[in-house]
């Protein structure tokens, strides 16, 4: 069963208060979308390397820039990678990379999709996602336990006390990682049903297993990995470089 992934880097950096974008921002000696793609290329299945097919979705007017921060990786790995051009949302952006792999995939191929935000997910993350859909289920998610107490509230304002509505039991909870892990056809038909809402950030959606719950499929949960955070702002990037020595 052949396994590709896509690695979504079409981001801005404007939260991470950096002028370049999110993927190309250094983080550890390396960009982010370099050490996201190493950790998926270095995962490995029974036979040898686990993914046979690497798209990179990137900025448009950055495009080269990530083609050449990859050259290390394609030297190193010998995996065939290719860059495209993202689109306006994540969801945009991961439909481009579907597009982009090769036609002639099996609707049963394994994909996984995963963000550079997340450069530090260990490959034997990768390695559980995708053996989770090998085994038979369609749409998997990692997942950590939520520690946190969580409370819901009425519409969304920040400026302004709120009234406590809710509090939701937290042993039910899982705070999703990626990478996700789906049946091609699975995922395309998914991002086929959802394509008018793609490139309106109001209601496009915030990650693949979404989409496949739309459908009212089921998602499977695998457990997730703390090494697999997600930077966002400056901060995440200051931490998640006092971990690389811990």
Do not use: Y
């Not at 050259?71 to 993202?86: C, F, H």
């Not at 002639?104 to 859909?133: G, K, M, S, T, Y």
């Not at 499977?220 to 971990?243: C, N, Q, S, Y």
Request: avoid cysteine.
């Amino acid at each position: 069963m052949s396994v590709v992934a896509v690695l979504t880097a079409a981001g801005s950096g404007t939260r991470l208060g950096h002028a370049l974008p999110k993927a190309l921002v250094p983080v550890r000696g390396e960009r982010l979308v370099v050490h996201a793609a190493r950790s998926l290329l270095a995962a490995r299945g029974p036979d040898g390397p686990l993914v046979d097919e690497l798209v990179v979705t990137a900025p448009a007017e950055h495009l080269d820039d990530v083609v050449s921060a990859l050259d290390a990786v394609r030297a190193e790995t010998r995996a065939p990678v290719r860059v495209v051009p993202g689109g306006a949302t994540r969801q945009a952006s991961v439909a481009a990379g579907l597009a982009a792999l090769p036609g002639a995939l099996e609707a049963d191929a394994v994909v996984l999709v995963h963000d550079a935000a997340r450069p530090f997910a260990p490959p034997d993350l990768v390695e559980r996602v995708a053996a989770a859909v090998r085994s038979g289920h369609g749409a998997v998610v990692p997942g950590l336990p939520v520690t946190d107490t969580v409370k819901r509230v009425g519409p969304a304002d920040l400026t302004a006390a709120q009234p406590v509505l809710a509090t939701v039991e937290r042993a039910d909870l899982r705070a999703v990682q990626t990478p996700q892990g789906f049946r091609l056809g699975l995922l395309r038909d998914a991002h086929d049903e959802a394509v008018a809402h793609a490139h309106d950030e109001s209601l496009a959606a915030t990650d693949d297993a979404g989409l496949v719950e739309r459908l009212g499929l089921d998602v499977w949960v695998v457990p997730g990995d703390e090494r697999a955070a997600k930077i966002t702002t400056a901060r995440d990037l200051r931490v998640a470089e006092l971990l690389g020595d811990a």
